[in-house]
């Protein structure tokens, strides 16, 4: 299972051949997303059809590899010409709920500061 600790999501946009599994996926992670596969961070792919999403992540000790697949409809997979889009972990839930990661009626995250 997915720990919602997680602070990064990476997504790799485009279509992922579905058949990597922990090796092939990991070596996409170093060599294709410049990230570093250990960070513990979640990399998510998705296949030609977006029906299928696979999340690989770090874990102490060994890799862990999530996969859903839909039986009805498709992701809602970011398109763009970049080759990640980081995400955090809401809207990568959003995304397995089947809605964008880019939802214009949601909150916005607040922050303040203390001014003295």
């Known amino acids: 299972m997915i720990s919602p600790n997680r602070s990064r999501v990476y997504l790799a946009l485009g279509a992922t051949d579905m058949r ?49 697949r839909l039986e009805k409809n498709r992701f809602a997979w970011p398109m763009s010409k970049e080759e990640v889009k980081q995400v955090d972990m809401r809207q990568f839930l959003w995304l397995l709920d089947g809605l964008s990661v880019e939802q214009k009626h949601a909150h916005k995250k607040l922050s303040y500061s203390l001014i003295f």
């Open 20 to 68: 990597k599994a922990i090796n092939g996926l990991s070596i996409l992670v170093a060599d294709i997303l410049k990230q570093d596969p250990f960070s513990g961070h979640i990399f998510a792919f998705c296949n030609r059809r977006q029906n299928i999403i696979k999340a690989l992540y770090w874990d102490r000790n060994g890799f862990c590899l999530w996969s859903k």
